[in-house]
């Protein structure tokens, strides 16, 4: 006979179903638990991620606000690393620009031939153009030719350019300077540099001024004007006369060198003057480190300006056309007020 079963008892749950009760509510629970953490995070990230956001904003509102930067500024911070090629750039763009501006530049002293302008050129030391062209008519109708000045009564010669300043040395240097043409040039003025400066009176300034302006030879004329405006636009810092031609010389080519001298020049007597330039007026502000020196307000470097088209006469009293065209006035004659 076979063994009877255990009998069932009623109330009594097997032991199995209630471990996977028991389970599966441990798990609902888990489960539960679970989903709180995971929303409590979410809640947490997007509160530190508005926090962040906060934060951030008002440096992208501060950034947005700022003010352009002065072209003085740019200017000036470009300059350190300008490099050799950016510089020549730069410094041809302001020559064409100068060109644009003055297209009838010219030399400002008053001449004929070649031996009137060495003449005035050596006469032009420490004064203007204008009193040098306000002087030589008398001269040259009393003495039209070398042989003539050389010839001259030096007490005659001082009266006659007394207005110049330094006339005693300077009555010295012309008639030295006419007694060596007469010498060692037959009474010619010499269309090369290295003869030019062998005559009393003459260095390479007033040479190139001869041969750019009556020879067509090109030339670079370092004067006072030329020396300050190529130290502000930062194409060199050399003070000394010969090295400026040097330097400058290789930023253009060689056929420029007479006009860019001319361009410049005009500039500085014009609108770039030595203690107030007018920055607000100056129409290559934005290629000029120096910019902001002078003034920058458009009105008052208006006001500053000493240009053709603003009615104001020029050195020369016998002009080119082109000066004229333009709006140019002839200078008056010495002692016309």
Known sequence: MSEKQPEHQPGKQPAKATVKKTAATKAKKTTAAKKTTAVKKTTAVKKATGVKKATVAPKKATAAVKQPVPV???????????????????ARRINRELGEVYPYAHPELDFENPFQLVI???????????????????????????????????????????????????????????????????????GRLEDLVKLPGVGRKTAFVVLGNAFGRPGITV?????????RWQWTDETDPDKVEAIVGALFPKGDWTML????????????????????????APLCPAYGEGETDPEKAKKLLKYEKGGFPGQRL??????????????PPLGAG
Do not use: W
Request: proline share 9%; aromatic share 6%.
């Open 261 to 284: 001298s001319h361009h410049v020049i005009f500039h500085g007597r014009r609108i770039c003057h030595a203690r107030k330039p007018a920055c607000g007026a100056c129409p290559i």
């Open 72 to 90: 003085k500024t740019v200017a000036k911070k470009s300059l350190p690393g300008e490099s050799p090629t950016a510089l020549v750039r730069r």
């Open 318 to 331: 016998r002009p080119p056309q082109a000066y004229l065209d333009a709006g140019g006035i002839p200078a």
């Open 223 to 231: 004067d006072t004007h030329f020396g300050r405006l190529v130290r």
């Open 120 to 190: 005035a050129t050596v006469l032009s030391a420490q004064t203007t153009d204008l009193r040098v062209n306000q002087t030589t008519p008398a001269l040259f109708a009393k003495y039209p030719t070398p042989e003539d000045l050389a010839a001259a009564n030096p007490e005659e010669v001082e009266e006659i350019l007394r207005p110049t300043g330094f006339f005693r040395a300077k009555t010295r240097s012309v008639m030295g300077l006419s007694k060596a043409l007469v010498a060692d040039f037959g009474g010619e003025v010499p």
